[in-house]
């Protein structure tokens, strides 16, 4: 594990080397303008978290740690400090806007600064754009940015997507089972952006992707999303009651545990009790089918269909198509977003 003072060294040294740059007189191309209004005290400071680990008491300073998932203890987090440090100073005016900025000379709005994945890839989005999509904009937009939007739960790759998709009103095309971790990742993330309505579309997308009864969600999947969601999301009724109705479900998936497991099996376990309401409710109509008519229009019964109700064949199915809640919805509306009714995790929090 790395120690306390090199991990600061590392987060540091790029800023540092930036800082430098900055000053130097030779260096004209304001591309090269560092961001960030770096200063020694805030070394100084990040230093000083990272050798004396006792003297940190203050919310400021206890932002700067995260729990180390195996250890449980509180340990130095790079990208924390790099967000405090950055976060708390003014952009640059000199900074050059860059892609996809660039990309769409027609709209209109300045540039609002996005830092994706754990990498902190940049990317410049149209203030226009993030406003008409997203009212938590709007507000936030209304004073002048400290520091970039940061993401980590994202790849740029699923970024670039989801911000064509605000720019160009086509939706990413994701048309297989395989494409179902890709289109959680931008519900998160849209979510998070506060586009609802984005977040909604995705829900139906993700419907029709795993809408063939071969589509198999896997349970590694389910666990992306109890890892990177809260516990209100209703990302998580929506992938159980996917899992449930999409996956093998066979011993193999207790063979490795993850930290959310108690709280998979336990959704998984509630919706499962109401896909027996739903196969109660088929179970009728299909026992209700046995009585037809004739070519006389009279009442014809169909002693075969009540024969397999008897026997209990027709209790237990379920309709071909996907169902939502325990009154056999079809489609997921039930977990949509509403505008006004969000929390913000990450990102615009």
């Not at 169909?302 to 198509?321: I, T």
């Amino acid at each position: 594990m790395w120690s306390f003072n090199a991990l600061i060294e590392v987060v540091l040294a790029p800023l540092s080397y930036l800082s430098t740059k900055r000053k130097s007189p030779a260096s004209k191309d304001p591309s090269h303008t560092c961001a960030l209004n770096f200063e020694e005290s805030d070394r100084a400071f990040a230093f000083a978290l990272a050798t004396n680990s006792q003297a940190i008491s203050t919310p400021f300073e206890q932002s700067c740690l995260s729990e180390d998932p195996q250890s449980g203890h509180n340990i130095l987090d790079p990208a924390r400090i790099l967000t405090i440090l950055c976060g708390n100073r003014p952009m640059a005016p000199s900074l050059k806007p860059i892609f996809p900025y660039t990309m769409y000379p027609a709209a209109s709005g300045r540039p609002i600064r996005f830092h994706i994945g754990t990498s902190h890839k940049p990317f410049d989005v149209h203030s226009t754009i993030l406003v008409t999509a997203s009212p938590a904009f709007e507000s936030l937009l209304e004073k002048p940015l400290t520091g970039p939007i940061i993401l980590r739960s994202i790849s740029p790759e699923d970024f670039i997507t989801l911000i064509q998709w605000l720019y160009e009103s086509i939706p990413p095309t994701l048309p297989h089972p395989q494409d179902l971790i890709t289109l959680v990742k931008l519900w998160t993330v849209a979510g998070q952006l506060g586009l609802w309505r984005k977040a909604n579309t995705l829900m139906r997308i993700g419907m029709e992707t795993m809408f063939p009864a071969s589509a198999k969600c896997d349970i590694n999947i389910v666990r992306w999303v109890f890892a990177n969601t809260p516990a209100s999301s209703p990302l998580r009724d929506y992938i159980i009651a996917i899992f449930t109705q999409r996956s093998d479900f066979d011993e193999s998936v207790f063979y490795t545990t993850g930290p959310k497991d108690s709280e998979i099996w336990s959704k998984t376990a509630a919706f499962m009790k109401k896909l027996e309401v739903v196969r109660g409710m088929f179970g009728r109509w299909r026992a209700g089918s046995a009585w037809s008519m004739d070519a006389n229009g009279l009442p014809l019964f169909n002693w075969e269909v009540a024969r397999d109700w008897e026997e209990g064949q027709g209790k237990y199915a379920l309709p071909s198509y996907l169902v939502w809640d325990e009154n056999a919805a079809d489609v997921p509306d039930c977990f949509f977003l509403i505008q006004g009714a969000m929390a913000y995790e990450e990102g615009l929090a």
